[in-house]
Nanobody, 127 residues
Framework: QVLLVQSGGGLVQAGGSLRLSCAAS????????MGWFRQVPGKEREFVAAITWGGGNSYYADFAKGRFTISRDNAKNTLFLQMDSLKTEDTALYYCAKNKEIYSVRRYDVAEEYDSWGQGTQVTVSS
């Protein structure tokens, strides 16, 4: 079981930036696609972005395109989410997650395809 520990997040004004990090335990990090999801109270967890195991391809929800950037450093077992031009509607609890499949992915944007989750980190964007 991979342990994912998140850091970053916090309070920022609209238009500002934040960077989230997600450190993975073990030696298998580079075998799996990784993703970021977010959730607000009363709503389902929502896909934000995903990246393939080697980092060569990335995928974004429409609201994240052009503002968020997902990246990974396999040498350091770390996943990142750079969030720029933040909006108040980006306020949520953000989670990193490991995809179930080794060197393969069936769906990047479905939470049920991920089997390890970080503890969540709050992002609050004020107006």
């Amino acid at each position: 079981q991979v342990l994912l520990v998140q850091s970053g997040g916090g309070l920022v004004q609209a238009g500002g930036s934040l960077r989230l990090s997600c450190a993975a335990s073990g030696r298998t990090f580079s075998m799996y696609a990784m993703g970021w999801f977010r959730q607000v109270p009363g709503k389902e967890r929502e896909f934000v972005a995903a990246i393939t195991w080697g980092g060569g391809n990335s995928y974004y929800a429409d609201f994240a395109k052009g503002r968020f950037t997902i990246s990974r450093d396999n040498a350091k077992n770390t996943l990142f989410l750079q969030m720029d031009s933040l909006k108040t509607e980006d306020t949520a609890l953000y989670y990193c997650a490991k995809n179930k499949e080794i060197y393969s992915v069936r769906r990047y944007d479905v939470a049920e395809e991920y089997d390890s989750w970080g503890q969540g980190t709050q992002v609050t964007v004020s107006s």
